[in-house]
């Protein structure tokens, strides 16, 4: 998929003309931080001028040679600083590298030294442990500014990202070095688990050392294996040496130069007996003054004169509507950034901009209870980020690390309404009333005309994630409504209530995927309500009947968005506290109109959203009621999961096209949670196909159409979807060797090749898990067709039951729940049970005996498969490529083991039912569907017993491999009586299984050993063909 063209770039010359200002340099900045490291070197290619990548060839800087291998054909010239102690895999990746992609590689060295014995005799042995600084400036700082001037270079690519933390943590895709020096960073906003991602999925060519114990490389002396419990993607480096985070190529030419000649005219100095206080004095005073330049280092004013000039004129400042006008995406670099000093002085750190709009907190300390939300263990542990929805919003940190949410909420023209209902609701001893669930305003800030107000930051909107109870809902909806009829007990009306305006004391971040649907806590959560932009205060002693004034939605109706009740759409005057309750009602509703086992509940809703606003009863009204019936709900209703409907009102679709439009196209650096946000917003959605039409698209477009494009829901789940070869097979998203997982095993032959899988399923597609085991997941239910696959699954194929010898059913790993489709995660294994064909007759006696010992496990639990031929009889051996020259050959040195698989037809019954009600009728789907060979029983339209038709149908699979074997009658014997045509004549499972064992040892063991002739598998649909 190509990247879509980037908007609103900074009108600059092609290439960049030298110097470029503070300001040039900001906007450029606003406009990278958006784009994906491709968009950003496509972007350099364009723009920077004497480009060059210098590079150690670690991973990002890999990863930046081969995203510019295809984005030009004369991609930069790479510098390579030799610093004559790297290790001896570092110089074979060179090699590679320069065979791999064909760029120009220049070298440069000490200067003066090409050997470590020069090095050592030119400025001593071990010049890393006596002087740290001045070893990194000879062998990186000043090979590299030579290679600058002597090169020309202006613009260099580097391998830095933020997530490297230390010195990096705040990196910006563009910088200018005290040099003048332009850097490119286009990997900044990249972690290493996007690196290592991408380093496999491109088979990108990297240091073998990495796959030793090291997590980064550099020179031998300085780079050791992390240890056990070693943190961070460069443990390892500069060992013991907790102040040294970076090699010295990236810190302060000039004051490293300044350092290095200070030290030298000191020790020259001593040396002759002088105090050189005039040499001293000079260094120190060049080291003090600006640096003059002749390239582009002359940058105008610094970033904190421009944003303290800004901050002092406040009278420049945009009005709210203009504020609300700006673009999202430049929100915060144009609004916020500008005036973070402000907000600074009053206590308050902005977080800082990360990548695709995302902030993260402005340093890296827990944040501090306050007593308004808490932390789930799951994300405690985890970076946390803030998605800005609204430009209006900035999320900021206190000087004792408490987070806040400030929010522009006047203009002193626009607002007022905002200012004066807050203040009575949200300020005070007022806001500490138990009844009250406005998110209190803790303080206002004053810039000019502007009026800031300061919120606790807390999570998400009420319903998310899902209520894991009727009781989690019905106080849910208690405490909303509480907090409404104490708005209007004090004459308030909100007037937009909705579900993103209903907050939870949950932090916002990640939220605990194992935890989905399970109890929210220990102790019940606190809900809020928030944004009272549109909300009306009557005087307390006005005529109730009065405050009927407002006219139409709170907004133009061009531009409002909401639900709206009828007297809203009528044009005439209306109360807006019934109002209020249409709109409570509405939200309550669709999160639970499908609850029809609490029908006086679901009658309660349906009140509040009469046509007539005088037929709805008030919130006070509606609160006593609904806290009445939760007394008469059963208890076990109360606690029962309720099932979720997705739901996605009218600003959540704002945010969620705003997500798909800035994100769609930019998979790989969305964060986690994000994943699951387009998963359970966008996804649903969409029209998502039943597992009848999922069945029905073609073969060739079941995976672009139908896997491809939920490829992030499987990703947050930790499954990577194995790719598309453009011809058919799909192949591994990575060049790892698989993973041994103990259901398969590798044959030798097939584990040097590539591995391949067709999809002769749509309902089918492979994956790999992150530590490279291959699994299948294949979509099992729609919520409607396959219910009963899901339920012979669980019960046969789950828990301890799975991992029974006698049970030969492939084990069901995980269940996926997306919307309604249930998907299910299964080991990858190998071919029908008869290919490669049995090398003699005591294989093909193992491989029947397997599977009716499975099938024998599966009748005692009462479940009839259905579909027992020989493409849902696997085993042991991985798919991919088979020994030709094995064919007829002993399989292995062990056993293989066989495994059932494709419950999809399959049935259940229950184990205290009449077994002679255990019946069926016809096939499993209609005739014109049906392919399979057909028991008589089943085509006479009667009930018959499933049971015995499987016995029907493991006789005649086997009987089609081996009926030829005249020189074992017994079996075949056998194998007649499981095809009689009476049902009640043929023997069970078990007891064929018996007699086959028994058959097993009155065979002359010449006879087993004996190769046995293969024929042709052909089922009667094929013949009929």
């Given at each position: 998929m190509s990247a879509p063209t980037p908007t609103l770039a900074p009108d600059l010359p092609k290439p960049l003309q030298l110097p470029i200002s503070q300001d040039d340099l900001d906007k450029i900045n606003a406009y990278l931080n958006p784009l994906t490291p491709e968009e950003i070197l496509q972007w350099a290619i364009d723009y920077l001028p004497s480009l060059y990548q210098t590079t150690a060839f670690g991973l990002t800087g890999l990863v930046a040679i081969d995203m510019l291998s295809k984005i030009t054909q004369s991609p930069p010239p790479l510098i390579f600083l030799d610093t004559l102690y790297h290790f001896p895999e570092t110089y074979e990746l060179v090699e590679d590298v320069k065979k791999r992609y064909g760029v120009p590689v220049t070298v440069y060295r000490p200067d003066g030294c090409e050997t470590v014995e020069g090095f050592g005799t030119k400025y001593g042995q071990k010049l890393w442990e006596t002087d740290e600084d001045k070893y990194d400036f000879i062998v990186k700082v000043e090979p590299a500014r030579r290679a600058y001037e002597e090169l020309g270079v202006k613009s260099v690519i580097t391998g830095r990202r933020a997530s490297q933390g230390a010195a990096r943590a705040s990196l910006q895709p563009l910088e200018v070095d005290s040099t003048g020096l332009l850097k490119l960073n286009p990997l900044f906003a990249w972690n290493f688990h996007l690196v290592d991602w991408y380093i496999k999925s491109n088979n990108v060519p990297h240091n073998k050392l990495l796959s030793q114990g090291y997590k980064s490389v550099g020179d031998w002396h300085s780079t050791v294996k992390s240890g056990e419990g070693d943190e961070g993607e460069r443990a390892g480096r500069w060992a013991g040496k907790e102040e040294k985070t970076e090699c010295g190529l990236h810190v302060d030419y000039f004051a490293m130069k300044a350092k290095l000649k200070k030290e030298k005219e000191e020790q020259e100095a001593a040396k002759s007996g002088t105090e050189g206080m005039k040499g001293t004095n000079e260094v120190v005073s060049a080291s003090a003054a600006p640096v003059s330049v002749p390239v582009v280092g002359a940058i105008i004013g610094s970033t904190e004169d421009v944003a303290d000039a800004l901050s002092q004129d406040s009278s420049q400042a945009p009005s709210l509507p203009e504020w609300k006008a700006t673009i999202l995406e430049r929100s915060y670099m144009e609004l916020w950034y500008p005036r973070r000093h402000f907000f600074r002085g009053k206590g308050y750190q902005l977080w800082k901009s990360r990548r695709n709009g995302l902030l993260s907190p402005p340093n890296d300390n827990p944040r501090t209870p306050d007593g308004f939300s808490y932390e789930l263990e799951y994300s405690a542990t985890r970076p946390h980020s803030f998605s800005p929805l609204r430009t209006i919003h900035c999320p900021a940190r206190t000087i004792d690390d408490r987070d806040v949410l400030i929010v522009l909420l006047s203009d002193g023209a626009t607002g007022i309404n905002t200012i004066e209902c807050l203040q009575h609701v949200a300020t005070?001893?007022?806001?500490?009333?138990?009844?009250?669930?406005?998110?209190?305003?803790?303080?206002?800030?004053?810039?000019?005309?502007?009026?800031?107000?300061?919120?606790?930051?807390?999570?998400?909107?009420?319903?998310?994630?899902?209520?894991?109870?009727?009781?989690?809902?019905?106080?849910?909806?208690?405490?909303?409504?509480?907090?409404?009829?104490?708005?209007?007990?004090?004459?308030?009306?909100?007037?937009?209530?909705?579900?993103?305006?209903?907050?939870?004391?949950?932090?916002?971040?990640?939220?605990?995927?194992?935890?989905?649907?399970?109890?929210?806590?220990?102790?019940?959560?606190?809900?809020?309500?928030?944004?009272?932009?549109?909300?009306?205060?009557?005087?307390?002693?006005?005529?109730?009947?009065?405050?009927?004034?407002?006219?139409?939605?709170?907004?133009?109706?061009?531009?409002?968005?909401?639900?709206?009740?009828?007297?809203?759409?009528?044009?005439?005057?209306?109360?807006?506290?019934?109002?209020?309750?249409?709109?409570?009602?509405?939200?309550?509703?669709?999160?639970?109109?499908?609850?029809?086992?609490?029908?006086?509940?679901?009658?309660?809703?349906r009140s509040m959203i009469a046509d007539d606003p005088d037929a709805r009863p008030t919130a006070r009204a509606v609160l006593e009621c609904l806290n009445?019936?939760?007394?008469?709900?059963?208890?076990?209703?109360?606690?029962?999961?309720?099932?979720?409907?997705?739901?996605?009102?009218?600003?959540?679709?704002?945010?969620?096209?705003?997500?798909?439009?800035?994100?769609?196209?930019?998979?790989?650096?969305?964060?986690?949670?994000?994943?699951?946000?387009?998963?359970?917003?966008?996804?649903?959605?969409?029209?998502?196909?039943?597992?009848?039409?999922?069945?029905?698209?073609?073969?060739?477009?079941?995976?672009?159409?139908?896997?491809?494009?939920?490829r992030h829901f499987f990703q947050g789940k930790g499954y990577q979807l194995w790719k598309s070869s453009g011809n058919g097979p799909l192949l591994p998203p990575n060049d790892d060797p698989r993973t041994p997982d103990g259901f398969s095993y590798e044959m030798e032959y097939s584990s040097m090749r590539d591995h391949f899988y067709y999809q002769y399923r749509t309902n089918q597609c492979p994956a790999r898990t992150i530590d490279n085991r291959d699994i299948l997941i294949v979509l099992l239910s729609d919520g409607v067709t396959g219910v009963n696959t899901v339920d012979c699954l669980q019960h046969v194929a789950t828990g301890a039951v799975a991992g029974i010898d006698r049970n030969h059913t492939l084990p069901l790993l995980q269940q996926l729940c997306c919307g309604n489709l249930v998907f299910g995660v299964f080991p990858l294994v190998g071919h029908p049970f008869h290919i490669p064909w049995f090398s003699s007759m005591t294989e093909a006696v193992d491989a029947m005996s397997q599977i009716l010992e499975g099938v024998s496990f599966l009748h005692d639990r009462n479940v009839a498969h259905r579909d027992l031929f020989n493409d849902n009889m696997l085993y042991s051996s991985r798919y991919g490529y088979k020994d030709p020259k094995r064919s007829g050959q002993p399989r292995d040195f062990h056993l293989p083991r066989y495994y059932i698989i494709d419950f999809e037809w399959a049935v259940r019954f229950s184990t205290d039912s009449d077994p002679a009600t255990r019946t069926v009728v016809g096939p499993p789907n209609s005739w014109d569907d049906y392919a399979r060979a057909a028991p008589p029983e089943m085509r006479t339209e009667k009930p018959h017993c499933p049971f015995k038709s499987d016995i029907w149908q493991l006789g005649r699979t086997f009987l089609d491999c081996f009926q030829h074997l005249e020189h074992v009658p017994d079996v075949i014997q056998l194998l007649r009586s499981m095809i009689a045509d009476d049902p009640d004549a043929r023997p069970t499972a078990r007891a064929a299984l018996k007699r086959l064992n028994e058959l097993r040892f009155t065979i002359s063991p010449s006879i087993l050993q004996q190769p046995i002739d293969e024929i042709p598998w052909i089922e009667e649909d094929e013949l009929e063909n």
């Amino acid at each position: 998929m190509s990247a879509p063209t980037p908007t609103l770039a900074p009108d600059l010359p092609k290439p960049l003309q030298l110097p470029i200002s503070q300001d040039d340099l900001d906007k450029i900045n606003a406009y990278l931080n958006p784009l994906t490291p491709e968009e950003i070197l496509q972007w350099a290619i364009d723009y920077l001028p004497s480009l060059y990548q210098t590079t150690a060839f670690g991973l990002t800087g890999l990863v930046a040679i081969d995203m510019l291998s295809k984005i030009t054909q004369s991609p930069p010239p790479l510098i390579f600083l030799d610093t004559l102690y790297h290790f001896p895999e570092t110089y074979e990746l060179v090699e590679d590298v320069k065979k791999r992609y064909g760029v120009p590689v220049t070298v440069y060295r000490p200067d003066g030294c090409e050997t470590v014995e020069g090095f050592g005799t030119k400025y001593g042995q071990k010049l890393w442990e006596t002087d740290e600084d001045k070893y990194d400036f000879i062998v990186k700082v000043e090979p590299a500014r030579r290679a600058y001037e002597e090169l020309g270079v202006k613009s260099v690519i580097t391998g830095r990202r933020a997530s490297q933390g230390a010195a990096r943590a705040s990196l910006q895709p563009l910088e200018v070095d005290s040099t003048g020096l332009l850097k490119l960073n286009p990997l900044f906003a990249w972690n290493f688990h996007l690196v290592d991602w991408y380093i496999k999925s491109n088979n990108v060519p990297h240091n073998k050392l990495l796959s030793q114990g090291y997590k980064s490389v550099g020179d031998w002396h300085s780079t050791v294996k992390s240890g056990e419990g070693d943190e961070g993607e460069r443990a390892g480096r500069w060992a013991g040496k907790e102040e040294k985070t970076e090699c010295g190529l990236h810190v302060d030419y000039f004051a490293m130069k300044a350092k290095l000649k200070k030290e030298k005219e000191e020790q020259e100095a001593a040396k002759s007996g002088t105090e050189g206080m005039k040499g001293t004095n000079e260094v120190v005073s060049a080291s003090a003054a600006p640096v003059s330049v002749p390239v582009v280092g002359a940058i105008i004013g610094s970033t904190e004169d421009v944003a303290d000039a800004l901050s002092q004129d406040s009278s420049q400042a945009p009005s709210l509507p203009e504020w609300k006008a700006t673009i999202l995406e430049r929100s915060y670099m144009e609004l916020w950034y500008p005036r973070r000093h402000f907000f600074r002085g009053k206590g308050y750190q902005l977080w800082k901009s990360r990548r695709n709009g995302l902030l993260s907190p402005p340093n890296d300390n827990p944040r501090t209870p306050d007593g308004f939300s808490y932390e789930l263990e799951y994300s405690a542990t985890r970076p946390h980020s803030f998605s800005p929805l609204r430009t209006i919003h900035c999320p900021a940190r206190t000087i004792d690390d408490r987070d806040v949410l400030i929010v522009l909420l006047s203009d002193g023209a626009t607002g007022i309404n905002t200012i004066e209902c807050l203040q009575h609701v949200a300020t005070g001893a007022v806001a500490g009333i138990d009844r009250n669930h406005t998110l209190p305003l803790l303080q206002q800030l004053h810039y000019g005309n502007l009026i800031f107000g300061v919120f606790p930051l807390v999570g998400y909107p009420f319903h998310f994630p899902w209520f894991s109870s009727m009781t989690e809902a019905v106080d849910a909806m208690s405490q909303v409504l509480e907090g409404v009829a104490f708005l209007h007990d004090r004459s308030i009306a909100h007037r937009d209530l909705f579900t993103d305006n209903m907050l939870y004391s949950c932090r916002p971040g990640y939220f605990d995927p194992e935890r989905y649907g399970s109890p929210r806590d220990f102790h019940l959560p606190r809900y809020y309500i928030i944004d009272f932009e549109w909300a009306v205060r009557f005087s307390s002693d006005s005529d109730p009947a009065t405050r009927t004034t407002v006219v139409g939605p709170p907004s133009s109706r061009n531009n409002y968005g909401r639900a709206a009740p009828p007297e809203m759409r009528s044009g005439k005057p209306y109360c807006p506290f019934k109002s209020d309750v249409w709109q409570v009602g509405r939200t309550f509703l669709d999160c639970f109109q499908h609850l029809e086992h609490v029908p006086e509940v679901i009658d309660l809703l349906r009140s509040m959203i009469a046509d007539d606003p005088d037929a709805r009863p008030t919130a006070r009204a509606v609160l006593e009621c609904l806290n009445e019936l939760r007394v008469t709900i059963s208890p076990n209703i109360l606690q029962q999961p309720i099932d979720e409907i997705p739901l996605v009102d009218d600003e959540e679709l704002v945010a969620a096209m705003l997500v798909l439009t800035h994100y769609a196209q930019r998979p790989l650096i969305l964060a986690e949670y994000l994943w699951d946000f387009v998963t359970r917003i966008l996804l649903p959605m969409q029209k998502v196909p039943s597992l009848p039409e999922w069945k029905a698209t073609a073969g060739e477009l079941a995976y672009k159409e139908l896997w491809y494009p939920r490829r992030h829901f499987f990703q947050g789940k930790g499954y990577q979807l194995w790719k598309s070869s453009g011809n058919g097979p799909l192949l591994p998203p990575n060049d790892d060797p698989r993973t041994p997982d103990g259901f398969s095993y590798e044959m030798e032959y097939s584990s040097m090749r590539d591995h391949f899988y067709y999809q002769y399923r749509t309902n089918q597609c492979p994956a790999r898990t992150i530590d490279n085991r291959d699994i299948l997941i294949v979509l099992l239910s729609d919520g409607v067709t396959g219910v009963n696959t899901v339920d012979c699954l669980q019960h046969v194929a789950t828990g301890a039951v799975a991992g029974i010898d006698r049970n030969h059913t492939l084990p069901l790993l995980q269940q996926l729940c997306c919307g309604n489709l249930v998907f299910g995660v299964f080991p990858l294994v190998g071919h029908p049970f008869h290919i490669p064909w049995f090398s003699s007759m005591t294989e093909a006696v193992d491989a029947m005996s397997q599977i009716l010992e499975g099938v024998s496990f599966l009748h005692d639990r009462n479940v009839a498969h259905r579909d027992l031929f020989n493409d849902n009889m696997l085993y042991s051996s991985r798919y991919g490529y088979k020994d030709p020259k094995r064919s007829g050959q002993p399989r292995d040195f062990h056993l293989p083991r066989y495994y059932i698989i494709d419950f999809e037809w399959a049935v259940r019954f229950s184990t205290d039912s009449d077994p002679a009600t255990r019946t069926v009728v016809g096939p499993p789907n209609s005739w014109d569907d049906y392919a399979r060979a057909a028991p008589p029983e089943m085509r006479t339209e009667k009930p018959h017993c499933p049971f015995k038709s499987d016995i029907w149908q493991l006789g005649r699979t086997f009987l089609d491999c081996f009926q030829h074997l005249e020189h074992v009658p017994d079996v075949i014997q056998l194998l007649r009586s499981m095809i009689a045509d009476d049902p009640d004549a043929r023997p069970t499972a078990r007891a064929a299984l018996k007699r086959l064992n028994e058959l097993r040892f009155t065979i002359s063991p010449s006879i087993l050993q004996q190769p046995i002739d293969e024929i042709p598998w052909i089922e009667e649909d094929e013949l009929e063909n």
